[in-house]
């Protein structure tokens, strides 16, 4: 269920901050609450302290008795609230047709030589996983062949399984590792699934089967999981997840798994990950290990000749995006200086593997090399590519998406544009390194999501379907402005509205705003929004 703010605001004042800047002198919050805490925070802040403070700790417990009686006193008194209004059957009403309606878009993902699809209705609630032809899947009747029913599975195992996505083994994809969660929880069971039989393989005919765990695992080869997981006692972090890698064998237990990594038990963030890249060919290109340090933080290890990890000599905040005939395709998300050479923020950067080991290649790349992209102070990167011989970025620019095919050159990297619907957001789906493709999305608030098919040796984009209008549209428009915050960032927002408003304060405002983990909130198609506020005359900022 999508949480609003609903608030009765002045779109005028909105308006008004676009304006000049106020001459205030910058803020630093944290000095702030230093020297003058909020009167509901402790000055202790020591667990000790926090608890002695906290007079509701106990809220914070997810499954303690009074946390769940919290809860369910409060949604009790919202459900009256929604309920006693005289809209509210209406509104159910549509919102249920809306988000139950068959014709939305089925998320493509290449799967082998066809598209596979994950599919939920009235008719499968707890879904499908299927597959067709990309031919089929073009048509506005796709044959699509079930590959595994979920909500059969479950009745036949008496369990609540919430499926939680698959991992195939490349280059043929008949092997796939099936995650499966337990009533939803983030912890999953995985198992081999094989395409050609539609069957899970047995343990007994040596099918991998990992019992339920927070897991970070990835194929090595088709005998080979490389796996980080829970692996007894003194093996998970202090925030509970893994911090060693194993490799684990087709037949053998868990147990017998051969520790290939280690980070440490104080480590932050959410467990250390394998990562296993491949050419399009499915040959084995590097082997990496993510460590992370905290939510933003981590170091990045390479599996070295011998068998060992190897530290990169690469920035702690920074995203790993593929590798390229030998180099490691990354974007650090801080300023960075290496070989002598400055990067910015934000860019993506291509250096090769043998740089970038402690016993360094003796290598002179130049910057011109080095950089694939560098953004302006409006730009960021919101989805990257890696194919054999070319990459493609979405990027947003002031809020607004853009697509680049970049291809290296002798002297440095060419961008070309690749053509996309004006004013709307854009994001990468799956991708095929052999068939040098991507599948491309766009949307806008007043327009409704399009599928398209990226291909990178020419750099055209092929639509492949488009969702149906869900509400309205005519009677509003999209504006941009901005604010500027006190320390003189200007932070764009947009303002969809009825085109013949009266911008007088009196106009029902739905605001909607996001800061954390360094996502911004792009332009979407929200059709519940549309149809319930929107064709009511409300606005949404």
């Known amino acids: 269920m999508k ?41 202790d802040l020591s667990p000790e302290g926090v ?44 919102a249920e047709a809306i988000l139950t309606a068959t014709d939305r878009i089925p998320a493509p993902s290449f799967l082998g030589d066809g598209v596979g699809n994950f599919w939920q209705d009235a008719a499968n609630p707890k879904g499908v996983w299927r597959r067709t032809s990309l031919a089929s899947y073009r048509t506005a009747q796709p044959q699509w062949e079930t590959l595994l029913d979920i909500d059969a599975l479950a009745k036949a195992e008496g369990r609540d399984w919430v499926f939680k996505g698959a991992n195939c ?10 995650n499966l969660s337990d009533g939803g929880k983030d912890a999953v069971t995985v198992r081999e699934f094989d395409l050609t039989t539609k069957t899970f393989v047995a343990p007994a005919a040596g099918g991998f089967a990992i019992p339920e765990g927070k897991h970070r695992l990835d194929w090595l080869d088709r005998d080979t999981l490389l796996i980080a997981t829970d692996f007894g006692p003194g093996t998970m972090t202090e925030s509970g997840y893994p911090f060693i890698v194993k490799s684990l064998t087709r037949g053998h237990p868990l147990a017998h798994a051969t520790e290939v990594y280690r980070g440490q038990q104080s480590d932050g963030g959410y467990g250390v990950s394998p990562m296993v890249f491949r050419d399009k060919a499915g040959a084995v290109t590097a082997v990496l290990f993510s460590r992370p340090l905290d939510t933003f933080r981590s170091e990045i290890w390479a599996r070295g000749a011998d068998g060992r990890p190897q530290k990169l000599n690469l920035p702690e905040r920074v995203a790993v995006e593929g ?12 300023a960075w ?98 068939k040098g493709q991507v599948f491309v999305s766009t949307q806008g608030f007043l327009t409704p999501p399009t599928l398209s098919l990226a291909d990178v040796s020419t750099a055209a984009l092929t639509e492949l379907k488009s969702a149906p209008a869900k509400f309205d549209a005519s009677t509003h428009v999209v504006e941009q402005y901005e604010a500027t915050s006190t320390d003189g960032t200007k932070i764009p927002y947009f303002i969809t509205r009825p085109r013949e408003m009266k911008l007088d304060g009196s106009n029902p405002t739905i605001m909607l705003g996001y800061g954390g983990f360094q996502v911004s909130m792009n332009p979407a198609y929200k059709p519940e929004m549309g149809k319930l506020w929107l064709e009511n005359g409300g606005v949404f900022v």
């Open 323 to 334: 590798v390229m005939g030998g180099n490691l395709v990354f974007s650090p998300d801080q």
């Open 3 to 43: 949480s609003f703010i609903l608030l009765s605001a002045a779109v005028p004042a909105l308006l008004l901050a676009a304006g000049p800047a106020l001459a205030l002198a910058p803020v630093d919050p944290a000095a702030v609450a230093a020297t003058n805490p909020p009167p509901h925070f402790p000055r």
């Open 169 to 178: 083994l490349a280059p043929d994809e008949a092997r796939c590792l099936i």
């Open 51 to 94: 608890k002695a403070a906290d007079d509701h700790l106990a809220l914070e417990e997810v499954d303690g008795a009074e946390a769940t009686a919290f809860v369910a006193a409060e949604n009790a008194k919202s459900l009256a609230a929604l309920t006693g209004d005289r809209r509210y059957e209406g509104f159910r009403q549509q």
């Open 337 to 434: 200086t290496f070989d002598g050479q400055d990067y910015a923020a934000g860019s993506l950067l291509s250096l090769p593997l043998g740089v970038l080991r402690p016993e360094r290649l003796e290598i002179a790349i130049g910057a011109a090399r080095a950089t694939i992209f560098t953004p302006t102070p409006r730009q960021s990167l919101q989805g990257v590519t890696v194919f054999s011989d070319s990459i493609v970025a979405a990027i947003a620019d002031n809020v607004v998406g853009r697509l680049k095919r970049f291809t290296p050159t002798a002297n440095g990297w060419t961008a070309t544009d690749i053509a996309v619907p004006a004013n709307a957001a854009v994001g990468l789906g799956d991708s095929s390194k052999s």
